[in-house]
C-alpha cells in the first residue's frame, strides 16, 4: 500500500515487518514534504523537544542538522528521516506520532516556515498489542 492512501490515525499500521509504525504521515504533511524537497533536495524531520520553537516537529535540509547517540530514529515518513531526541522518545515511546499540516507559521529554523502552514503533530496511544510488538525496537 503507498503512503498517501494509508490512514494516518489507524491502529493497524505495519512495516513490512509486521512491526507497528512509530511515525506516520497524513496526505497533507506529505504534500509539504514533496514541495520542500522540490525546492532544497533531501529532508529530514527532528521532533522538537521544547525552547525556541516548543515541541514542533522541524523539517531541515539533509545534513543541516546532525543527530547522535542522544537520537532515536523513529522511521521515515514521505522518504525523510524522523528524529527525536532520546529523553523524548523515553516519555512518548509508547505513542503513535502523526505528522500533519495545519495553518500557521512554521517553527523559526523549519523549512516550511513562512509559508503560512506548518508541520504538526497528533498523536495517538499504542495498543497494548502493539507495545508488546514494539518491544525492543527503538530501545534506550
Not at 504533511?29 to 525556541?52: K, N, T, W, Y
Not at 507559521?105 to 498523536?123: H, Q, V
Amino acid at each position: 500500500m503507498s503512503e498517501t492512501a494509508r490512514d494516518p490515525t489507524t491502529a493497524d499500521q505495519v512495516g513490512a515487518d509486521g512491526t507497528p509504525l512509530r511515525v506516520t504521515a497524513t496526505p497533507a504533511a506529505i504534500d509539504l514534504i514533496e514541495e520542500l524537497r522540490a525546492e532544497h533536495g533531501p529532508v529530514m524531520f527532528h521532533q522538537s523537544g521544547g525552547c525556541c520553537d516548543g515541541s514542533s516537529p522541524m523539517c531541515y535540509p539533509l545534513g543541516d542538522f546532525l543527530t547522535g547517540d542522544s537520537d532515536v530514529h523513529l522511521g521515515t515518513v514521505a522518504g525523510a528521516d524522523f528524529w527525536i531526541s532520546r529523553p523524548q522518545f523515553a516519555v512518548w515511546k509508547h505513542t503513535h506520532l502523526i505528522l500533519d499540516v495545519v495553518r500557521g507559521r512554521g517553527g523559526m529554523f523549519s523549512l516550511e516556515n513562512g509559508r503560512d502552514k506548518r508541520f504538526l503533530i497528533r498523536s495517538r496511544v499504542f495498543t497494548e498489542a502493539e507495545n508488546t510488538a514494539l518491544e525492543g525496537a527503538c530501545r534506550i
